[in-house]
């Protein structure tokens, strides 16, 4: 299938690499065109404008860093929603409100195209392994052709969340607040244990071979371990946009989220001190608040 | 082995049944006499004190609500310390303050016998089907002693924290803690989906079959996506008091907890509203305050 | 002086009156247009529009209930922005964001007038005492053409907080912020009290004779005492907003404020339980958590 | 009246003198003699021993550090409980749980004397002006007795709470919360407005000369304004104590406190820091969050 890629950060890149090992013929596009040459190399074709890179395209995806980085490459200049064939479906798989993609999914219908929610869970190891999780809410029919093409992107099927592109979102946003959780609950259980006198790497095997043996619980849990949190996945600054978005809906819902407030404020923290570490070095502020 | 059993709730109940299963010569006490019968039917001897409980036995096991109650059974009338052979081993499971073993181990010491604090993770089913999680900490001859029969209890062997028997206490409240924290994570997370549009079963199945696929998640899961905190596994007042014991860790050694002193309120006001629900219930103060 | 007064709510109506009452020429505009009538009674002339209200006002007040609304009745149809005189003084004192307030100066700036943000703080009944405590802020010759005219209104001189009209929003969200934290400090200690023995009256009346013998403690205080949140001066959704507003600019400039968190929560939580109470009665959240 | 003063830190010398001034007769004791010499020099007898102090005495005044203190000065080795003379005072003025009065006016009534439980509200320098708000609590007799000899202390006569003398400390320890409240409030505004662009000096100015035009504000609010914690009045952990008792007794009696537990922590931050600093430094926390 022709296929069009936008975005090829960490977790582009491997997405699409994946996409162009499983025989689609493969668009890409990426602000910093340099970025695309390992792509270019197996295979791809590279366009200069996002506009170009959905030309003929079935399938448009797209993997950029916000709301607004979103929007532009859909109606910016060159951007590419003016440009999508009729009928043709744009994979949405940003982290963005709930909000931006329903509207930007009535402006494709409008113009004859789709917008499916596409959020995708996962580390770029997990993106690169073609272990993701992956949900999509949108049009039905646009749905049903994605599902194949998705599943060369992650394990198991893609969890449908009905018509409304939105939900989607709400459960990316729902899933990075409880990521955060766990980071904070084991920061503040390995912190009360070590100045009990324990070891934190014991308690950190303990619970992440037994009650909490799990992928997140161990590979977050190493880092609050060890309290080292090198190479940086994704930057602060990052999730705590994120966490903004699960309070922005909080907000308009009106549900208060005391935990989400709590991880918010650790993360503002930690952009406020300019840390140069991984998402999770928030956990630091639970150590720093003990005197370690 | 000779082996006493003292203490039959949900979970002693369970436990001494596997023990008396593997074989072992059990003489078993319950305040609650009537408690004993179903273990006096399948072989058990039933004492009438817990002195006499543990006339010869090797192994003395002990599964109570809280420290008072297990400080009564050791050194209260009638109390089982003064009564250990020499060189007898407690094993003592209860939830209770690290300084609690910690003070009981000396007085075993000088007395002739041994403490091993054996906390247990798991609800009365994991008991029943002896798959608790046990961790260890101790005298090391006592240990060694104690580890095989630890076995026939729980899945794998039982982890060891080192010779102070309050260090295996501090990982009980951690991961105590930290299902509290979970729970939180998951009420407040289904709250905002469903306050969304979303339903919180889908949600739930979503998030138990991908990243949070896990017993613990799956079980307390439930619970809150079916807002339903039935049957009563263990009260809200007795988890209160766990996280009381691991604010009152926090005091000690001046750890700030700001999840624990949510979850820690969250359950004192199920308590203050009276609910007759499982402790996870404290999970519905979040749907209250969204105006579920 | 002939002056324009544009929003004739609680406060705003009282500001008129003493404004009429001090020998100015008013002219009077409110979009529920019967409003207006007391204030005709007294003298002044009602306008149709927001446009024809500001017909050769040298200054014209403002004071509405949110953001969009004063952005409408400034730029909006027949909004009064475009019928400014040249170098005629626009008082803003609705509790908007500071950005508001810039972005509008800019816009007045352009057109050939200024906007001086001047909020102000005190109740109603302060309002129509001329009781009012006022700040402002923004360009230097008109706050001094202003100067004089406020004077009227509250007690003592409007502190001046430099050219930014957005400071003196600041300072606004900062007093209300306040206010808040004021309200659930006794809150706490009422309850606490109240549920160790005490009589929550004389509690009440001992703290505001001593170390908070103040106004704002006095009047919010005497709600919390009683537990009686009527009549309604401001609904929680009006102060929510201004929360909102708080914790936004606290996002903006990266500051954690974990009071303004629990404020802006209970104050979410009074909305969803869509209490017709006065905003104060958040302060009932920390009362049922404690089972009263 | 024939008086005993025992605990002579800044608050209980300012306190004595004042008591000698109005022409009482007054035995002192310290545990350090040394702090003795200048109230000797006013005319005071200097005691060896808590027991030797009360020789005769009507009332005796305590003012000691903690709980723990105060229960070595009336009943450990050479306590002044058993020397008391029938029908004596003992005016107990520390900050303790309400408890520790309880039980201690129990003891005091079965050796045949009165404690009646007096806490002061008050800085070192309203002690020696004579300044303070005082509470008292306790026997009714014993109260009428205490009144006049109270007044040279303070400011107003002592507000009466009843005949349970633990009331009076529920009184002092909701007091110290408050304040801690107002502290916090002013430090996350403070720094909410500096990083917004304002000067903390001039917004410390207005609030109090306007809304908090109090001393409590004026006080403590010069601190965070200046983020200069000199001198000590009191140190963190001392009032890391009091907040300690006041979540001690919310626990006791089911009272969720989120703004008493934010408080508690960050004073706990405050002494795992190990910073010599007044109480109200725990504000700095705030500050450094928001990466100042």
């Not at 607040?177 to 095997?205: C, H, N």
């Not at 590979?219 to 903004?244: M, N």
Request: proline share 5%; with cysteine.
């Amino acid at each position: 299938m022709k296929i069009a890629f936008l975005g090829l950060g960490n977790m582009g890149e491997a997405m699409a690499t994946n996409l162009l090992n499983a025989g689609h013929e493969l668009t890409v596009y990426n602000r910093t065109a340099s970025k695309a040459a390992p792509l270019e190399k197996l295979g791809a074709t590279v366009a200069a404008t996002p506009a170009q890179a959905v030309q003929d395209a079935a399938i448009a995806f797209s993997m950029v860093t916000d709301d607004a980085a979103l929007q532009a490459l859909c109606t910016g200049p060159y951007g590419f929603l003016p440009a999508l064939a009729q009928g043709a479906i744009h994979a949405s798989c940003s982290t963005v409100a709930p909000d931006t993609n329903r509207r930007l999914a009535e402006e494709h219908a409008r113009h004859g195209s789709h917008l499916v929610a596409t959020p995708v869970f996962g580390k770029p190891e997990a993106a690169a392994a073609a272990k993701l999780w992956l949900v999509m809410a949108g049009d039905e029919g646009a749905k049903q052709t994605l599902r194949p093409v998705l599943e060369v992107l992650g394990q198991g099927s893609a969890q449908d969340f009905g018509p409304d592109p939105g939900a989607a979102n709400v459960i990316k946003l729902c899933g990075n607040f409880m990521l955060g959780a766990a980071i904070q609950a084991m920061a503040e259980a390995f912190t009360l244990a070590q100045k009990s006198g324990l070891e934190r790497q014991q308690v950190y095997e303990f619970f992440t071979t037994t009650l909490f043996n799990l992928p997140v619980y161990k590979s977050y849990g190493k880092l609050v371990a060890e309290r080292h949190y090198q190479p940086v996945g994704a930057a602060p600054a990052i999730i705590r946009k994120d966490l903004r978005l699960v309070l922005d809906e909080a907000r308009t819902h009106v549900v208060p989220m005391p935990f989400a407030n709590i991880i918010f404020d650790q993360l503002s923290a930690t952009v406020a001190k300019k840390e140069d570490v991984d998402w999770a070095g928030f956990a630091e502020r639970v150590a720093e608040n003990a005197g370690l």
